[in-house]
Nanobody, 127 residues
Framework: QVQLEESGGGLVQPGGSMRLSCRGSGHSFSGHVMAWFRQPLGNERVPERELVASVTSGGTTLIGDKVEGRFTASRNNYDNTLILQMNDLKPDDTAVYYC?????????????????WGQGIEVIVSS
């Protein structure tokens, strides 16, 4: 059974940092792009998920415009993990964050193309 499991979410104050992890199992993701998307709480329409960051199997990294300079992404192909380091968090970063993987292995990947999704994890930025 293919699974992507996110961890690390929760409540953080504005200006704070948080690290999200995604671990894949049940499948080799060596030929996939792995990516983080996010979506406002209460909205579950997949195509409307915003691409936050992605890393191809070859290491090409894309960071979304809204988080450029604050978020970084890294990947370990040996254990199928994807990390999102979020710094200087803002209330607008509040969302459900989803890990996804796509066979197309392109850094700029729309949510509709994603083959596998995690369950999502909440990140709430509030004082």
């Amino acid at each position: 059974q293919v699974q992507l499991e996110e961890s690390g979410g929760g409540l953080v104050q504005p200006g704070g940092s948080m690290r999200l992890s995604c671990r894949g199992s049940g499948h080799s993701f060596s030929g996939h792009v792995m990516a983080w998307f996010r979506q406002p709480l209460g909205n579950e329409r997949v195509p409307e998920r915003e691409l936050v960051a992605s890393v191809t199997s070859g290491g090409t990294t894309l960071i979304g415009d809204k988080v450029e300079g604050r978020f970084t992404a890294s990947r370990n192909n040996y254990d199928n993990t994807l990390i999102l380091q979020m710094n200087d968090l803002k209330p607008d970063d509040t969302a459900v964050y989803y890990c996804g993987a796509d066979r197309g292995n392109r850094a700029l990947v729309p949510a509709a193309r994603i083959d596998y999704w995690g369950q999502g994890i909440e990140v709430i930025v509030s004082s």
